[in-house]
């Protein structure tokens, strides 16, 4: 009988050595989901005998996740228009230590014989803007163009930035 109390005793003991060995659960990190959704609008004017004109839109949605241990991103978004002008409009991003969010878009036009030219026109840098958590959307129409003789191309971007918290 006592050999009994003894067995039950030290299977009833043995968890309680490796009960410190076990690693804690993890806390989920929050997760800061960012939206952008827009246009990038390209426009292509006034080539030789009409060559290389053309006018196109080009609808984005892009969604990134921020963190604590993950606090920048870089997002770019591209087209061209008549086979000579190229828009591309970035986005960095940036989570602070504090949890506030910052957007700065860069908008850009190159423009020559082939959407690959490398031949900068314009760009524009608007400011970061801070983009508040559970706030509704932050809006921005921005635009480049330039003014060569017969080669007066634009691109346009009017697009939002969402943020919001998860879990």
């Avoid at 800061?32 to 080539?47: A, F």
């Avoid at 228009?81 to 190229?86: D, I, L, V």
């Avoid at 760009?123 to 958590?133: H, I, K």
């Avoid at 634009?154 to 939002?160: L, M, R, S």
Wanted: hydrophobic share 45%; charged share 20%; aromatic share 12%.
């Amino acid at each position: 009988m006592k050999l009994g109390y003894f067995v039950a005793a030290a299977v009833l003991l043995t968890p309680i050595p490796f009960a410190g060995m076990a690693q804690p659960a993890a806390a989920l990190e929050e997760t800061h989901v960012v939206v952008l959704k827009g246009n990038l609008r390209v426009i292509s004017c006034c080539g030789f005998l009409g060559m290389g004109n053309g006018d196109e839109t080009f609808p984005f949605w892009k969604q990134v996740g921020l963190t604590r241990s993950n606090q920048r991103a870089y997002l770019e978004i591209t087209g061209c228009a008549g086979g000579e002008a190229r828009g591309i409009l970035e986005f960095r991003l940036r989570l602070n230590d504090s949890d506030k969010l910052f957007v700065r878009p860069t908008l850009l036009l190159y423009e020559g014989a082939s959407c690959n030219s490398d031949d900068k026109d314009a760009e524009v840098y608007p400011y970061p803007t801070e983009v508040a958590a559970n706030s509704g959307a932050t809006v921005w129409e921005i635009g480049v163009f330039n003014n060569e003789f017969r080669s007066l191309d634009e691109v346009w971007a009017n697009f939002t930035a969402t943020h919001s918290l998860w879990p």
